[in-house]
Every structure is written in structure tokens, then in C-alpha cells.
């Protein structure tokens, strides 16, 4: 492989696995804020309570779609190296 381009091929892999990266990243986000915040919404909290678990749902939320991000981009990259 000529390391010093990339065909069309492992381009289009490339953007393909950003943009799953990206997609399974806000899903988890998504499901992470609401399991966090569906039983306080049913249960019903006082107002510094629940904008703590807001403020709470919403950095779990990042950092669970941070962490998915960066392990299916780290994953691919690995693999390509490999030559998978």
C-alpha cells in the first residue's frame, strides 16, 4: 500500500466509520441522559434536585458519546494498520 495516499476506497471507509462513530455516539448520549432522567421525571423531584441530575445527565451524556467516538475511530484505525 503507497502510505503516502489513500485510494477512493479507504476514503469512503473513513467517512463511513465518522459518521457511525457519530450517529452511535448521540444514540448512546440520548439513552444515557433519558435512563438518567426518565425515573426523576416519573418520580417528580424538587427544582435544585433536578437541575443537578440535568446538569448531571447531560456530562454523562458527553462523555458517553466522547468515549464512543473515540473507541470505534481508535478501533478502525487500528485495524487499518493492521490491514484488515
Known sequence: MDMGR?????????????MFALVTGTVLAAAVFGV???PA????TSKPAGK???VVGIVLAVF??????A??????DSRRQQGR
Open 36 to 38: 438518567l432522567l426518565l
Open 64 to 69: 458517553a458519546a466522547v468515549w464512543r467516538v
Open 71 to 76: 473507541r470505534v475511530l481508535l478501533r478502525f
Open 41 to 44: 421525571l416519573a418520580v417528580g
Open 52 to 54: 443537578a441530575l440535568l
Open 6 to 18: 489513500e485510494s477512493r476506497w479507504e476514503k469512503d471507509a473513513m467517512t463511513v466509520e465518522i
